[in-house]
């Protein structure tokens, strides 16, 4: 069976500015940006004017290298991307050059080294017809194979999710790098700081199992919080409930609401919903300053514990959350992975337990097909102290989920959730 050893893309630019493409300054800082932006390791830089038009240069990266030589009489230039391994994925490269060149449109031909049987070379004839300005190029589309993958990892563990190679969208923050792309298997997902968020086809999960077991808990939860939760989807699920009066969401980064209000609206369904109050701010700094017993449900909706996201699991912001609880107030968080996150997932269940109390915290788990390992947990905790489980009504569960045609949660899945096996149960003594 063949392997992926590298891969080779051979591109070529087309009605680029003549001035950009005769600038040695700025060809050297457009490659070294494509390759960073990448996530390739740059190691060094060697980069040429010709007298009087032309650039030639190579960026050398741990990965291989990026190569180019342009004519900028003729606004084109011919760029080398080779990268090895699976780590740095060139196509990015290649849209950051484009849109560096101010190219009016590029071919390329990629080589997928080890995988000789993918090798397929682009039909760019219309080029030619292009050139002569004839009215043939609306029936032509350049054409190529890609076999680009996306990896969510760490040092350990890795899930990859074959995509189509085209970047959605992708914008960087000062907190974090914000992607949209479109898998093959899943749909389109975002991810962040490449981690996989949310998919289309599996998002459901998450989001009905992040809010419904809290808020069929409560006797009627009017007033909620949600801190994170950008993609939307656990607001659009909060307000399948009849008895919520508002929703106030505090998400840090706006380009996660912008990613999926344009490529993923059935997520962010309820970012128009005249009742949420949505705040782009710090959800740490929101909860510190609120009142005392403001909410009746405190969703805590964030990523893994680095970063921006890495404040969501201190003993001081949980504190500020139970102050900020109502007295029959519940919160309810994402608590990472009993096998992906051992670490984070254990001492999050202990903070919670010192500051709530042992017998008001519940873990429950759930089966997400793109999140590291397929076992997710959640944990909800009661600031009255009593475990929420028992005042289920499994019969309003189940006529819930069948009246908003829920495809995950219902009555019989929310009393298993809370049905920890014994590997887990262990963890948490």
Same mark, same amino acid.
């Given at each position: ?7 080779? !893309? ?18 050297? &800082? ?40 342009? #004519? ?18 060139? #196509?990015?490269?290649?849209?950051? /050059? ?12 990629? !080589? ?25 190029? /609306? ?7 890609? %076999?680009? #993958? ?8 890795? /899930? ?26 899943? $749909? ?5 700081? %490449? ?26 939860? &009017? ?9 939307? $989807?656990?607001?659009?699920?909060? @307000? ?5 009066? =508002? ?6 980064? $706006? %380009? ?10 059935? !997520?962010?369904?309820? @970012? ?22 403001? @909410? ?46 051992? &670490? ?7 903070? /919670? =337990? ?23 947990? @959640? ?8 475990? &929420? ?41």
């Amino acid at each position: 069976m063949s392997k992926t050893l590298g891969r080779h !893309i051979l591109v070529e630019f087309f009605g680029c500015s003549p001035d950009i493409l005769n600038d040695v300054i700025t060809i050297e &800082k457009s490659m070294v940006n494509a390759a960073i932006e990448a996530q390739a390791t740059v190691i060094n830089a060697t980069f040429h004017h010709f007298s009087p038009y032309g650039v030639s240069g190579v960026v050398v990266i741990q990965e291989s290298h990026l190569a180019i030589h342009t #004519w900028p009489e003729y606004g084109y230039a011919a760029v080398d991307l080779f990268t090895c391994g699976d780590e740095v994925n060139p #196509w990015i490269s290649y849209d950051y /050059l484009k849109t560096a060149f101010e190219a009016d449109y590029g071919s390329a031909m990629e !080589i997928n080294r080890g995988q000789a049987d993918l090798l397929k070379r682009v039909n760019i004839d219309h080029l030619l017809k292009e050139r002569q300005g004839t009215e043939s190029q /609306l029936e032509h589309k350049v054409k190529f194979s890609r %076999n680009v #993958w996306f990896t969510d990892k760490d040092e350990n563990l890795a /899930l990859s999710l074959r995509h189509t190679g085209n970047l959605l969208y992708r914008k960087k923050s000062e907190f974090q790098t914000v992607q949209v792309l479109e898998s093959h298997a899943f $749909g389109k997902m975002l991810t962040i700081d %490449n981690l996989i968020m949310t998919t289309e086809k599996d998002e459901f999960i998450y989001h009905e199992m992040i809010t419904h077991p809290a808020m069929l808990s409560h006797a009627a939860p &009017k007033n909620i919080l949600v801190i994170g939760g950008g993609d939307g $989807g656990t607001v659009r699920e909060l @307000f399948r409930h009849d008895s919520v009066e =508002k929703v106030t969401m505090v998400e840090i980064d $706006g %380009n996660v609401v912008e990613a999926c209000k344009e490529h993923l609206p059935q !997520i962010a369904a309820a @970012f128009d919903h005249p009742n949420l109050d949505l705040k782009i701010a710090d959800g740490i700094a929101y909860v510190a300053e609120a009142a005392a017993e403001s @909410f009746d449900i405190i969703i805590v909706d964030g990523s893994d514990p680095a970063g921006p996201a890495e404040g969501l699991f201190s003993e001081e912001f949980y504190k500020n959350v139970q102050k900020a609880l109502k007295k029959d107030g519940i919160l309810v968080l994402q608590s990472e992975s009993p096998h992906f996150h051992q &670490k984070a997932f254990v001492e999050l269940n202990h903070c /919670l =337990k010192d500051i709530f109390g042992a017998e008001a915290v519940e873990v429950y788990l759930a089966q997400i097909p793109t999140y590291p390992t397929g076992t997710w947990s @959640f944990t909800m905790a009661s600031k009255d102290g009593q475990a &929420k489980l028992p005042q289920l009504d499994q019969a309003a569960a189940n006529a819930f989920s069948e009246k908003h045609g829920l495809s995950y949660y219902d009555g019989a899945v929310h009393q298993a959730a809370f049905a920890l096996p014994p590997f887990v149960r262990k963890m948490l003594k």
